[in-house]
């Protein structure tokens, strides 16, 4: 079956509503990456040691300390 | 032009083959489609009954992670009314109320309408998980779970009761929104879960008393339209009876103070008026309305009312206490 191009009104509506949803869709991402953004920093203030670099070697406190020699 | 996808999809066919350019109108679906797919009516009680569990439960939780837990409550719910829309399309194009939603109306494919409830569902669940907890997340599972294969699929066309058991599903925001702040689940929580299940049979055979023609022409197997008018209203203030006295257990049990308790005393008496009205309705031998069902469509308003002030003044009495 060969396609029948659609009407120029029909064309106009489907762009129509591909521009809406594009734009929702931005919308909704941009959203999320704020929200996790957000998350992650409550959860890094939440649970600083988990998260700390040290240039120095391993984050102490993520380290167990091997009991004293008599 | 837009009913397109209503004959291959609503009748289960799929052998008709419309123009090309006709599918590809109609697979441009309207944002507005894909957000009726959510059912936000329905969401908006969901929101705020989670949000009531946030506000309610002992301790601190960071504002952002209560956004994202009350969010992930919505979107779950939201999933739930995808899927809903999903499975019932059938009956949904048979139904007045209904046949103008997404699918029925031909303004959606079915496919898209399951891949959207079933992501939803899955990322609210997850996200749940990554912002507060596993409690909270399993419950939100749970929830979701219970209304597509408890309620949707397995009770809703097969009994009378199927918005009794059902009704649990709507139950869970509650204890969703406290399990996310404690990480449990504890007895006011529950006591709220009780109350939305107790409140929920009045609320919609409220409904169902006026819009039973709908039902009966789907066949699904309401109440009203299996055990008749009388029965229901019969039903409707029996559940009346049960809701007041449990609504009144979180100032009796002391999770509560005085300002809830009036607010669940005065509504409960209200609540009780409006289905003794709707019990004593002017009606024929048959037990059809002779008032066009006045008491039980105010008796459904009123419902709505009464749980949105009842667990408003509960978050009240638990931040000003």
């Known amino acids: 079956m060969t396609d029948v191009p659609p009407p120029a009104s029909e064309s ?27 998350i992650s920093i409550v959860k890094l203030a939440q649970h600083p040691d988990l998260f700390t670099i040290s240039l120095d070697g391993p984050n102490p406190s993520a380290v167990q300390k091997a009991p004293a020699k008599p | 032009m837009n009913t397109s996808f209503a004959e291959t999809t609503v009748a289960g066919g799929g052998e008709q083959s419309p123009p090309s350019h006709s599918v590809a109108f109609a697979n441009e679906t309207e944002l507005a489609d894909w957000i009726a797919l959510l059912k ?22 960071n504002p952002v992670l209560a956004f994202t837990a009350v969010l992930c409550i919505a979107v779950g719910a939201g999933a ?26 031909g303004r959606m494919p079915p496919g ?39 309620y949707t699929m397995w009770l809703k066309r097969r009994t009378p009761q199927n918005i009794v058991i059902g009704g649990a599903a709507g139950a869970f925001p509650a204890v969703i929104g406290w399990a996310a702040v404690t990480g449990s689940v504890a007895p006011l929580p529950l006591v709220l879960f009780a109350i939305v299940f107790f409140w929920t049979p009045a ?43 449990v609504s009144l257990v979180p100032w009796a049990m002391g999770f509560s103070g005085p300002v809830y308790g009036a607010a669940a005393a005065v509504l409960g008496a209200g609540f009780l008026v ?48």
């Open chain 2, 274 to 321: 409006s289905t003794w009205r709707v019990l004593r309705d002017r009606q024929d031998a048959a037990g059809s309305s002779l008032t066009n069902d006045a008491p039980a469509r105010a008796a459904f308003r009123y419902s709505i009312a009464y749980l949105f002030i009842l667990f408003a003044a509960l978050a009240v009495d638990r931040l000003v206490g």
């Open chain 2, 40 to 61: 936000p009516r329905v969401m908006s009680l969901v929101v705020f009954t989670g949000l009531i569990g946030v506000l309610v439960a002992p301790g601190a939780i």
């Open chain 2, 203 to 245: 609320h919609f055979w409220s409904l169902a008393l006026y819009a039973n023609s709908d039902y009966a022409a789907a066949g699904v197997p309401m109440l009203p339209v299996v055990a008749g008018a009388k029965e229901t209203r019969r039903q409707i203030m029996l559940y009346a009876l049960i809701l007041v006295p």
């Open chain 2, 112 to 150: 898209p309408a399951l891949g959207f409830g079933i992501t939803l569902a899955a990322a609210s669940v997850l996200l749940m998980f990554i912002a507060t907890n596993a409690v909270a997340a399993g419950v939100l599972a749970l929830s979701i779970g219970f209304y597509v294969f408890v």
């Open chain 1, 12 to 38: 106009q509506e489907i762009w129509r509503r591909r521009r809406g949803r594009n734009r929702a869709l931005i919308l909704v991402l941009a959203a999320l990456a704020a929200l996790f953004f957000a």
């Open chain 2, 80 to 105: 739930c009314g995808a899927i809903n829309m999903w499975y019932d399309r059938d009956i949904d194009a048979l139904m007045r109320r209904t046949r103008n939603r997404p699918i029925p109306a």
